[in-house]
């Protein structure tokens, strides 16, 4: 019930749906940690990667966590230096993609769902980061984007922990569920970025 409170509210409210929130310059490390959270393309995505390693295990995670991490930096770091635009709608086709392999429960090569890991953590990257003032100093530089990391990981680890205990009905149905959502609000997001793109009333 509290879900679909969300969606509709997410529907009355376009811009915040639609807002991934990028980093101002110098925003703190805590404020970096924050923004996974609070950017909800992101958040769909971080969640459905999560359950899609859930199935895993931790030792057989090991590879797309890699790529995870390796596509976020990729991202944080180049994304600004050559003048990337945001990705939020790459983000949001990225999230429906997990979320239909979570529903249909459909097998994954491990180097395919590495790689998927890495364009998610690169365009989460490119969606977080933005072109640092030239007065700011190293620490004031790199710890928001520290701080990205670590909420990134919060998300994805948590829900993966969450997800390797759920694998007997009923809650293969719950994580089933959670995937359908991720699919519907990513269509629904996606739409009012799409009605921004085409101006539609």
Avoid: K
Avoid at 13 to 18: I, L, S, Y
Avoid at 29 to 55: C, D, K, Q, S, V
Avoid at 63 to 70: A, D
Avoid at 78 to 94: E, N, R, T
């Amino acid at each position: 019930m509290r879900l679909r409170v969300g969606v509709v509210l997410l529907a009355l409210t376009p811009q915040a749906a639609a807002a991934h929130g990028t980093l101002a310059g110098g925003g703190g490390f805590y404020a970096g940690i924050e923004h996974p959270f609070l950017a909800w393309e992101h958040t769909i995505l971080l969640i459905g990667l999560g359950l899609l390693l859930g199935r895993l295990g931790r030792m057989r995670a090991r590879l797309p966590l890699c790529g995870l991490l390796i596509g976020l930096g990729a991202g944080l770091i180049f994304g600004p230096a050559l003048g990337f635009p945001g990705s939020g709608v790459s983000i949001l086709l990225l999230a429906m993609l997990a979320g239909a392999i979570v529903v249909l429960m459909l097998p994954v090569p491990m180097l395919l769902l590495a790689v998927l890991m890495l364009m998610g953590g690169v365009a989460v990257g490119l969606d977080t980061g933005v072109p640092p003032p030239p007065d700011m100093t190293a620490i004031e530089l790199y710890a928001p984007y520290l701080g990205v990391v670590v909420g990134v990981f919060l998300i994805v680890l948590n829900v993966m922990a969450l997800a390797s205990l759920a694998t007997r009905p009923p809650y293969t149905i719950a994580v089933r569920m959670v995937g359908s959502w991720i699919i519907a609000i990513a269509m629904m997001v996606l739409a009012l970025h799409l009605r921004q793109i085409t101006g539609a009333v």
